[in-house]
């Protein structure tokens, strides 16, 4: 790809608005660009980015036995009427009437929609359980947008439910789901604390949230220095020094961006929403129900977040928007293009190349591929004569003066 095709409008100077350091750099390399507040635009590095993650996410979700569908971010109300939650959301819930009138919202969740679909489908124990999921854009009316695709008012979230016949295959699906997570989390270059958690709003039994450590999280955890244990400690009120609830450590605090967060939900929407089947036994009984969410636009906003200094990104080989980043120092004429686009071509056998053929000065070019962080770079100066580049692992900070062969068998 030729950085002059692709639009990734660089920034010296992040929009005042941005508070964060993962909000400016994202702002400044030119992956998102807001609209309106809590309302971007992902530009082509951003989206590129997006795209790994949710390819990651399809993966280890399909493997593990649940599939995709996509549902209408156009909700009628009649649905929220059934659960209870018209009344119920608040401010959150953008609410808007067609030409004739009638009452929709624009979906924060999609308990609502999926407990009617299901309802309908599994009448019996023979058709269950179902694990489905979707990625989809939500709509939240937040207090406080900020931090970019932090808090946003309209971002990118996977969203899974689980419907089983008893309490027994939910906590199967419910261990799954969270080896999914980790896993997800883990290929996406993340470190993630489990934390246990409250239900609130959603209502049921048990809970977890996936919470990249950071300092511009939201969230206080508290974890114990020796073993995995972790809350948040919102609700289980453990201070510092506190001896660790499961082994002989003791408590710590740090904060956290919640990223993912499972549910049990229970029975509460399909006894709402009437959504029962008949079981082995020839009852009737209500679908028991699990909710998983993932913020896919959150998660690559804690990627940056975890994977930058003040003036650059450093993307983990997984979801970097390219692999490689070739900068020629100048262009020398016909015959000089030619051979750059030949070694790039090569390159592109096997990776995602970016060539930066913009007529720019070399320090304008390489500010800009410090803070758009794409791992591999390989600069083409004097020595490209001699068939010679000079490489840069940026992830390891190996840098050496190679041939093209040795830097095409590197890249393999
Ligand atoms: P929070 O406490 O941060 O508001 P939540 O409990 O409302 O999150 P869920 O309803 O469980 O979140 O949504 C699932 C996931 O969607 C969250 O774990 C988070 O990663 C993401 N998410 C939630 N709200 C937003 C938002 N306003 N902007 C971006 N991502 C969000
Ligand atoms: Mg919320």
Redo the contacts with the bound molecule.
């Keep these: 790809m030729k950085q002059t095709l692709l639009y990734a409008p660089t920034l010296k100077e992040a929009p005042k608005d941005a508070e964060v350091k993962s909000h400016k750099l994202m702002a400044r390399a030119g992956l998102i660009k807001q609209t309106a507040s809590?309302i971007y635009s992902y530009l082509p590095l951003g989206w590129r980015v997006i795209r790994n993650i949710e390819t990651i996410v399809r993966e280890e979700l399909d493997k593990r036995g649940s599939s995709e569908l996509l549902m209408p971010a156009l909700q009628p109300r009649d649905l929220w009427d059934e659960s209870g939650r018209w009344a119920a959301y608040g401010p959150e819930l953008m609410r808007l009437k067609d030409r004739k009138e009638r009452d929709f919202c624009l979906g924060?969740?999609h308990e609502e929609v999926i407990t009617a679909l299901v309802r309908d489908y599994a009448d019996s124990y023979k058709k269950l359980p179902l694990a489905l999921y979707q990625i989809q854009t939500?709509f939240?009316d937040?207090m406080r947008?900020r931090f970019g695709?932090?808090?946003?008012?309209e971002?990118i979230?996977k969203?899974l439910y689980t419907f089983s016949v008893n309490h027994d295959d939910l906590e199967a699906w419910y261990q799954v789901m969270k080896e999914a997570y980790t896993a997800i989390f883990k290929r996406c270059g993340l470190e993630t604390k489990i934390v246990s958690s409250d239900t609130?709003?959603?209502g049921g039994d048990e809970a977890d949230?996936?919470m990249v450590m950071s300092e511009v999280g939201?969230?206080t955890i508290a974890y114990c220095d020796t073993c995995d244990a972790a809350s948040n400690q919102e609700f289980s009120g453990l201070e510092i020094g506190d001896p660790c609830p499961e082994c002989d450590g003791f408590i710590k605090h740090a904060k956290g961006i919640?990223?993912?967060?499972i549910?049990k939900l229970g029975t509460k929407y399909s006894e709402s929403m009437q959504a029962y089947f008949t079981d082995r036994d020839g009852k009737r009984k209500p679908l028991i129900m699990g909710c998983y969410?993932?913020?896919i636009?959150?998660?690559l906003m804690a990627a940056v977040e975890q994977h930058s200094s003040e003036s650059s990104i450093l993307w983990p080989k997984s979801i970097t928007p390219f692999d490689v980043h070739v900068i020629p120092i100048k262009y020398k004429g016909e015959a000089h293009v030619e051979k750059i686009d030949a070694l790039v071509q090569r390159l592109e056998s096997n990776k995602a190349v970016l060539l930066d053929d913009r007529d720019e000065r070399v320090g304008v070019k390489f500010k800009d591929a410090d803070l758009i962080g794409i791992p591999h770079r390989v600069v083409i100066g004097r020595d490209f004569e001699d068939g010679k580049v000079e490489y840069t692992n940026r992830l390891t900070g190996e840098k050496s003066l190679i041939d093209l062969d040795t830097l095409a068998e590197l890249l393999q």
Excluded: A, W
Aim: hydrophobic letters at 25%; a negative charge; charged letters at 35%.
């Design positions: 809590g924060p969740t939500k939240r937040e947008p695709l932090m808090r946003g008012r971002f979230m969203d609130g709003q959603i949230e996936f939201e969230d919640e990223v993912g967060n549910f969410g993932l913020g636009s959150r998660t």
